[in-house]
């Protein structure tokens, strides 16, 4: 009912996407979406009110009765706290992010998101929430007509200390330290915790073995990614000092390193000197930056696999799959050389490929 009231009330280039819980984006656009409409919103609400349908009327009133200083100022602070994460996420997406990368966004993020816990932050929060209330006629001074919440019947013959119903915010103080407060430091500590100190010592280590990045191949930033993979100190430190001498040598016959893959590519003939880095090389080519490439595999395979596809077994499903996954590899294959060694591996078909 929600969104039909939403979509009756809302302009043609404003519309609400379906939501996903693990896409911030789509909850982004829902917010910018709810906030641009909210003035019409609020007047299908009045205008349905006033009509004889006494369900619709009821719903209505439900639903006007919901939008309250709480419910905009909410809007207002998650549309101003997703605005600066969503930059983010759209990058955490890039097929060719670095992990270094991801941890330098993450850093910034936290620490503008820890700058919006100030006072100002606060004030402006609150002139555009006030702003709002005169663009959707909403009164801050109404409280909404609420039943008496009844304890639940598992709980009456207890004594219950916990607050076990949502207790109304109506002042601005109460808001701020209920709400505002609230909010940002929970996004920040769970960004900490995503990101913590460990996991940053892992991404400097990756960082260091990229030949574009300015740490590479330092001791200092590589520690701690080896000590968390049981990589000893020694002979890393070992391996460094011989690897800076053999890279040097290379640089000077003319080969020089764009990225880490090259750098695993040079290292693979020498693995069994180098162990212990060329297991770390091997280490930071592995380690995902996000599911985004996983689930573009599974969007590719939901192509794959339509109506014309239903008979198709395991196997063939799982080779068209890598093929369209890897479709610059598959670009790159010489057609007729595939279909010649596929005709010499079948000498009894009928039709004649060669």
């Keep these: 009912m929600l969104y039909n009231f939403f979509a009756n009330s ?3 280039d404003i519309f609400i996407k379906k939501q996903r819980e693990t896409c911030w984006s789509c909850q982004y656009t829902a917010l910018v979406a709810i906030r641009k409409s909210l003035p019409a919103v609020k007047a299908t609400f009045t205008e349905i009110m006033s009509q004889p349908n006494a369900r ?6 439900a639903m006007s009765g919901l939008i309250d200083e709480q419910f905009v100022l909410l809007l207002t602070l998650f549309e101003d706290l997703f605005r600066v994460t969503k930059f983010m996420t759209d990058q955490l997406q890039s097929p060719s992010l670095e992990l270094s990368s991801a941890m330098d966004l993450a850093d910034s993020v936290i620490a503008t998101l820890t700058d919006r816990r100030a006072e100002e932050s606060w004030r402006e929060i609150r002139d555009r929430v006030r702003d709002l209330f005169t663009k959707a006629n909403v009164n801050h001074n109404e409280t909404p007509e609420r039943r008496q919440a009844q304890p639940p019947r598992h709980l009456q013959e207890f004594v219950v200390e916990a607050q076990i119903e949502r207790t109304p915010v ?5 808001l701020r330290t209920e709400c505002f407060y609230r909010v940002i430091d929970r996004l920040v500590v769970e960004m900490r915790r995503r990101f913590s100190t460990e996991a940053g010592g892992v991404l400097s280590g990756v ?3 990229s030949p574009k990045h300015a740490s590479f191949l330092d001791n200092k930033c590589l520690q701690p990614m080896a000590k968390f993979y049981g990589v000893t100190e020694e002979n890393l430190t070992t391996e460094l000092h011989q690897v800076k001498r053999l890279l040097e040598r290379k640089k000077q016959q003319g080969h020089e390193l764009k990225d880490t893959a090259e750098f695993l590519a040079l290292m693979r003939p020498y693995k069994d000197a180098f162990l212990d880095l060329h297991r770390l090389i091997c280490i930071s080519l592995t380690l995902p930056v996000t599911s985004a ?3 573009r595999s599974f969007s590719c395979l939901r192509r794959i696999k339509n109506y014309l596809r239903n008979s198709s077994g395991d196997a063939r499903n799982s080779n068209l799959g890598l ?9 790159a294959l010489d057609v007729q050389r595939v279909i010649d060694i596929f005709a010499s591996n079948h000498n009894n078909r009928r039709i004649v490929l060669l």
């Design 10 to 12: 809302v302009a043609h």
């Design 56 to 61: 619709r009327k009821t719903e209505a009133r």
């Design 170 to 174: 109506t002042s601005l103080d109460a």
């Design 207 to 209: 960082s260091a073995l």
């Design 293 to 295: 490439g996983c689930e």
């Design 323 to 331: 093929l369209a996954i890897n479709k610059q590899r598959s670009k």
